[in-house]
């Protein structure tokens, strides 16, 4: 299993300035002993948070991995963290374009407390109905199911190369048909859905 964290921000940094601290920071974090993957995320809408999601090959090397960039790199954070996370990975997809950057990101956020029963139904409508679907839509690249057992949430990670291949996703994942045992109530949508755009990405191992 891998684990990831989940960090977003209230603000990016100035764009004069954006470039070259993105890819010191990107450079640093890829060098971090457990690193697994990571995309970098600026909010399309102004109102929302950018975010960084970096994975991990254990939970150690995921809680460690803030304190290791610090050390790397002394000195104030270039963005005010919002919120900071750490999550399992008990579920991915690919998609048909898992081979592209992608260039477009939905972070669906799922608030807890969820019961055992809700996990369970959910990741198994990704991994029966909902990954089955995303494989055959062009432009989809990846996703994940991220599960926060302490907080009991959830938040689901799609990428895609485009933000027109993103809606493609989504109308793919409302358009599925629940399959035979599957419970409406258990299925609630997202409590937050926000739409980033890509502007750094390195493609997840395990």
């Known amino acids: 299993m891998l684990y990831a964290r989940l960090q977003t921000v209230r603000g ?17 974090v890829a060098r971090h002993p457990g690193f697994a993957g990571l995309c970098l995320m600026a909010a399309v809408e102004d109102t929302a948070a950018g975010a960084l999601l970096t994975l991990w090959r254990t939970v150690e090397d995921a809680r460690l991995a803030a304190d290791r960039t610090a050390a790397a790199r002394p000195g104030p954070r270039p963005v005010e963290l919002a919120s900071d996370r750490i999550y399992q990975v008990p579920g991915g997809y690919a998609g048909p374009d898992s081979a592209r950057a992608p260039g477009a990101a939905v972070l669906l956020f799922f608030d807890g407390p969820r019961d055992v029963d809700w996990m369970d139904s959910a990741l198994f409508a990704q ?12 432009g989809f690249v990846q996703g994940f199911a991220l599960w926060d057992p302490e ?5 689901v990670v799609n990428l895609a190369v ?9 109308k793919a994942v409302n358009s599925t048909e629940l399959l035979p045992g599957e419970d409406p109530a258990l299925l609630s949508g997202p409590d937050r859905a926000v739409v980033h755009r890509v502007s750094g990405y390195v493609a997840a191992s395990r």
């Open 12 to 28: 990016m940094p100035d764009p004069a300035e954006a470039g070259p601290v993105e890819r010191e920071l990107l450079e640093i």
């Open 162 to 170: 485009s933000l027109e291949a993103l809606a493609r996703t989504e």
């Open 151 to 155: 907080a009991r949430s959830c938040a």
């Open 127 to 138: 991994r029966e109905r909902i990954a089955p679907a995303l494989r055959t839509v062009p």
